[in-house]
Structure formats: C-alpha cells, structure tokens
RNA sequence: CAGGUCGGUCGGGCGAUCGCGGUCCUGCGUUGUUGGGAUCGAGGAAAGUCCGCACUCCAUAGAGCGCGACGUCGGAUAGCACCCGGGGCGGGGAACCCUCCGUGAGGAGCUAACCUGCCGGAUGAGGGCCACAGAAACAGACCGCCUCCCUCACCCUAACCCUCUCCCUUCGGGAGAGGGGACUCCCUUCCCCCAUUGGGGGAAGGGCUGGGGAUGAGGGAGGUGAGGGUGAAAAGGUGGUGUAAAAGACCACCGGCAUCUGUAGUAAUACGGAUGGCCAGGUAACCCCCGUCGGGAGCAAGACCAAGCAGGGACGAAGCCAUCUGCGGAUGGCGGGAGGCUGCUCGCCUUCAUACGUGCCCUCUCAUGCGAUGAGAGAGCCAGUCCCGGGUAGGUCGCAUCGAGCGGUGCGGCGACGCGCCGCCCAGAGAGAUGAUCGCACAAUGGCGCCUGGUUUCGAUAUGAGCGGAAAAACACCGCUCUACCCAACCUACAGCGUCACGGACAGAAUGCGGCUUAUAGACCGGCCUGGGGU
RNA sequence: GCGGAUGUGGUUCAAGGGUAGAACAGCGCUCUGCCAAGACGCUGGUACAGGUUCGAGUCCUGUCGUCCGCU
C-alpha cells in the first residue's frame, strides 16, 4: 500500500476515531468517516494496540492489514478515510481470511464501491 | 568410542509472482504524497537501559565541601564496574577407582577438566548494632574457687568452775571419775532497785588475762579469670609444671598475629628463617576512614523556519576614572542591579543600566463655591532576570558514506588487544519501510515399512582376560577357570534408507559506539579432562 | 526514544535487620422465628532468582510487572 493511500496525521486519527462508525469483527475493527475536505483519495490507518503482543506481532498484524487492504483500495468509495484495528485472533488467521473479513466490513459500512455491491 | 566441560561460527537457503521504503539518474501540454530505471534495505541479541564514551546545550567546565561510584595484583582500552591474564579464601562438579552406610536395589563422601561467589581498613581514627537464650555480647560487674578479718551459731577439752570418791593433812593441797565450759576478771563514770555506812542489777569507757575445730551462716578486704546448661559467635588448642586458688605465669607440640629478613615472581603471592608477646569476637552490600574517579542534563539534547496565544507574579539600579574622538559618542577598568555555574561556599561568567523627563499613573495637601486646571509632597511604573500560566504537536537540519567503521590478510602478544597492507562504503522510517502467496532442497519433530540392533538361555572354544607351572622382569610355551565372535529363542530401540504429515527458536533498528545482563529451536567446527578399546 | 517512582493476604494500608500485623472481605460456629449487625475462631501473603549477614519484607545485584513525566 503506498504511502499516499495512508492516513498520518495525528489530527485525522482523533476525527476520525472521534467522529467516525464503528463495525467490529473477530478480526478486525474498522472506523469509517467520510471526508468533508476537498480531499479525494481514499486513506486508510493501521493500528494494533497492546494486547496483541510484543512489537515483532504488532508489526505483523499492521502488515497483514494492509496487504489484505491493498487490492481492495480501487473499489472503495472515494473521500472516506478508514482505520483498521487488529484484535488478538488477527495473528493466526490466514491472508483470505483477513481479506474477506475486511469485505464484510466494507459491506456493513456501504462504502464498498456500487460496481462491486453486487 | 562414551561421558563431562569450555570456546568459536551460523542462526534459515534458492527460485518465481505481487507489493513497501531510502538514495542516485531520468521522463512530463498534468511538477506531483507523480511515472520509469539502477542500487541498497534489521539483530546476535536490534531487547533490558545496568555501566562507560562520543555528540549537543547549559560558561570556556574552575576550586573546596557535600554527594555518588569503584576498591586483590598486573595488563588492555578513547573510556568503562562484570574485558584479558594471574593470586588468595570459599562453594559446586560425571563415570571409574577408593572409603563409608545398606540384606539388596541403591545412597553418601572423595575428585579431573571446568564453573562460580567474594576480595582496602574492625590490632592502625571514632561511633552504632549483635534479637531470643545466657552470669556476661567485649569485658566492668554476677555466681563460683581461694586467702585474711569481724560477728553469730555449733562441736571438742587441756584454761576455769561445780559435784562425788580417795589420800596427805589441817581449815589448805594432791589424784581420779563425772558434769558444765570458753561463759570471764579489775578500775572509773552514770542509772535503777532493795535498803541504809552496805548489797544486787544494767549501760558506756579503759586495762589485764584468755585454748582449739577440717563445721555452718552473714558481712568486709583482697586474689583469680580454671568452671557457669546458652548461643551464629564466649577470650588460642592439647598435655604438663606450678599455686592458697588460678592463669601463656612457665614448658613441649600445633595454629594464628606483628616486626625484620632470604629465595622465586613485574606484582599480588608462594615456600622458608629469626625475634616478640599472646593482646586483638563479628558486622564497613551500618555510619565511617583511606585511596582513585566523577560538573549537570540528555537527540523529545539542540539549531533554524512557519503557524499560533493571554497574560500574571517576584526582585529591581549609582555612579566614578582613564584613553580615543569627527564632541554625537566609543572602548576599557573599578563599582551597582538581576541571574547563572541543576546541593552549599568561594571564585568566576553572562547580561542590563547610567535615563530621568515639562514623561505616565495613583494618593494626599493648597489655590477656586464645585469641576476642569495649576502648584507642592509621597508611593509606583518605564532596563533586565527569574518563576507561574497560555499557545504550537507542522517542516528543515542534527541523521544516515569517513567512523574508537566493515571484510580479508600478515606480524607481535597466553589473551583482552595492538601495528601494518589490500579492498569496500554498508538500513535510515516518522501511525513508523523487509511482507504475502507458491514451488524445491536440506535440517528438526511425529507415524509406517525395510535394513537391523539389543537381551537372555544352551553348547563348546581362543588369538581375549585372570590364576598357576616359575625362580628378577617381559615375551613365548603348558595347564585350569571365565568370556567374545558363532547357534537358538524373545523383544524391537538409537542411528541409516524410503515414504507421508507438520513446519521454523528468541525476536523488529529510531543519534551512534564499547561492555554487561536477559531470551533463544537447532546446525557445524575445535580445545581440555576422565574412562574404555584398537594399532 | 529518554528519565523517574513503585511492587506486602481478595482489597486498602502498617511493620528500627530479630515471631509478618490492622481494617474490610471469605469460611465455620454462636445469637435470632429469619436476615443484618454483634461475640468467638479459622484460612490466606512479602513479585521472582541469586548474594551479604547468625538471621533479610527491609541491605546489594539481576529479571519481571505496574504507574508517572519529558515534544
């Protein structure tokens, strides 16, 4: 995922987080917010708390995240800003799975792109 | 070969596809959070942050005190505390042998290589503490032992007294037996009673005479550190001499200490010699003393840019001299204010001011009926520094190739390490880059099969082992005993091969470096020690 | 990343180097017609591993966990 799809600034975590919907899954959490800005890019932030383990797992976690987001990019709505928080099972599941959890979660938000609704 | 132990190296490889970040080059009607190409891209611990540095800011990093760290010797290093090589004291350490315990299986001890803890000072500064127990926790006292004195009690009989018998004899003496028993005697003074020139009793003072005891109790003076159930620790140990009782008081041996000294070693130290007197408990990871070292904070240090906000409080000034001068001033020195040297003092450093006035603000008084205004007086403000509060969480640099750098190699050193030569440039993010999928091979783990291996029994046996013939030893020879290879039965393990499954240990740079500590599946190589076998 | 503080029963806290304690909680028993309160008794702990010491919760070293501050 380049770096232009992601989100960096500290001040776009705490609006979104703060203003943003929630969709939990075993896996995964995401926080969706649509951009009232200008911008039009889709963006997407990666975080893994504590919980899930020492530094080499945390940085696993954020790693199999956004391989699994990568493809997908191109059929999300435009303007939305996203974060992706892993939980504990995130580590042992397989890169297919994290992939259609995230689909299921793009589903429920209804910011999948309407190509790909169906 | 087996076991033990130590050190070093590696710690995942190759290929394909899809992706990520940095640097360099390059393209563009679009100048970008852009496209293309080349190249590079986690560790031995990147971790913990326990030490030491570089670097940055505080002043250029001062002195003394305080505080902190360290402390055997020598070395290495830019530096370091746990790096390297030695020394001393202690602890651990497999099998065989040996010793002990056990009927036995077995257990314990001893022990090689090796591992590991500690290391200035408690005689030689001083203070504190040593619970409980114990007489006592560092030496004084207590119990006890011994000597002397006093008092009391008790016992003995030869002073003395009484009774009886006998004798000599004459108003006394002697002998024997028994009993009492050291109670006394004289003088002076005072008091009381009977009573009247006296007698009796008591108290105090003085004098003369007066035996013994191995007894007991109490008190006093001294000697003693032998003994006193305890305790983690009790005043050198054992044996003797000695004494009133005792003691290094003295002697022999042993142990330790101090001083001097010999040999080996750079030294710590080791092995000795001579002399001395037995005094000297432990604790300094309690304070402390001695020596060495250390200024403080830390890359979120720090520098610059952009953006942005709100102020408040404390302290608070004084000039003078010299030189130059374009006469406005400038420089320097002394002095003053504020602050700093991350605890204090000294000393030092930084900075500010010399303006100041017809200035501003407040209060009071006077002039005028009031106000305005004017005059006077007083306090404050106007420099600077510090503290508190508020705002910012953006960018560039520090900071990513020149370094205590990395890889080879030679030499010196036991080693830590040093010196020389050649080659190389080697991660640099900022919600944080190394990943995902598939295939192959090699290790490791588990299952199955094959090869086989192990144990036991029977039977014999030597070229093996033991004993004897046999005499100094060895070899050979002969005899006896035991055993391996061999045969059979039972059970299939490690390793190896084939096949299937599973599938990489600990772990992710954030300014850099050295050391330490902690986590770590495994693989490979080598050193040392012990035991067995072969040649 | 850098710096600092701290760890004692289930919880909140004590404890001069010398037997680990208090309150609440838990359990048992008593009281009551029953419950609560009360009275009595019990269980349960120094984060872990080494060292110094005759003896460590305490002193020293390492490991682990928790908390706080620094732009």
């Known amino acids: 995922m380049q770096?232009?799809?992601?989100?960096?600034?500290?001040?776009?975590?705490?609006?979104?987080?703060?203003?943003?919907?929630?969709?939990?899954h075993p896996l995964v959490v995401l926080i969706a917010l649509k951009n009232e800005e200008s911008e039009k890019r889709v963006r997407v932030g990666v975080a893994a708390g504590r919980t899930i383990g020492t530094a080499v797992t945390r940085n696993r976690a954020k790693r199999l995240l956004r391989e699994a987001m990568r493809p997908l990019i191109p059929n999300v709505a435009s303007g939305s800003?996203?974060?992706?928080?892993?939980?504990?099972?995130?580590?042992?599941?397989?890169?297919?799975?994290?992939?259609?959890?995230?689909?299921?979660?793009l589903k429920r938000a209804r910011i999948l792109h309407p190509a790909h609704e169906s």
């Open 3 to 24: 770096r232009r799809f992601r989100l960096t600034r500290s001040e776009d975590f705490k609006r979104v987080r703060r203003s943003g919907k929630s969709y939990a």
């Open 81 to 105: 800003d996203l974060i992706l928080i892993a939980r504990p099972a995130l580590v042992a599941a397989s890169l297919e799975e994290i992939r259609q959890a995230l689909l299921d979660l």
